[in-house]
């Protein structure tokens, strides 16, 4: 018996459906930082400060079906916008299948559990601010959420 490739082994990001596309998203919560943009090299500076409806616990939005009317300037990502965004980080699922790359070993997709994100080290889980307690932006520009993390595999428990 041949086991099936996953969905994201053998459709492109356009032909995915809505359910395929939204699991994509690891929970990690690096997209939903702030993010400035320097004046003159165009590069994007990441902060640790979070969208204010961003559980700095779960990484999940706390609003995610009404997000875009609470927040403007949220992105919504599509196979489309992808083109034009260049501030996802480097482990984002999305911008590694745009570019011909595989998930992680700690994705839930992969893993089957949605914690191996936050056990790996992957998520903004401990590390984030929220925007109503951080201040002015500039006092918050950090590297990690804009390099590929060097995952921390989870301790095995073995039976006593």
């Not at 699991?23 to 902060?47: A, F, I, M, N, P």
């Not at 070993?105 to 949605?114: A, E, F, N, R, T």
Request: proline share 9%; aromatic share 6%; net charge negative.
């Amino acid at each position: 018996m041949t086991d099936t490739p996953p969905f994201w082994q053998v459709r492109s990001l356009d032909e995915m459906t809505t359910e395929e596309w939204e699991s994509l998203c690891d929970g990690c919560g690096r997209c939903c930082l702030h993010k400035l943009r320097e004046d003159v090299t165009d590069q994007v500076l990441y902060t640790d400060v979070a969208c204010r409806l961003l559980d700095l616990e779960s990484c999940r939005c706390s609003d995610y079906a009404q997000r875009r009317r609470k927040v403007p300037d949220c992105v919504q990502l599509t196979p489309a916008a992808l083109a034009d965004i260049d501030w996802l980080p480097p482990s984002c699922a999305y911008r590694l299948l745009a570019e011909g790359q595989t998930l992680a070993w700690w994705h839930p997709l992969v893993s089957g559990s949605p914690d191996t994100v936050h056990e790996a080290g992957i998520s903004v889980r401990g590390r984030a601010v929220s925007e109503r307690r951080a201040g002015p932006l500039e006092h918050h520009i950090a590297d990690w959420p804009g390099t590929m993390p060097r995952p921390r595999r989870p301790r095995i428990r073995r039976p006593a």
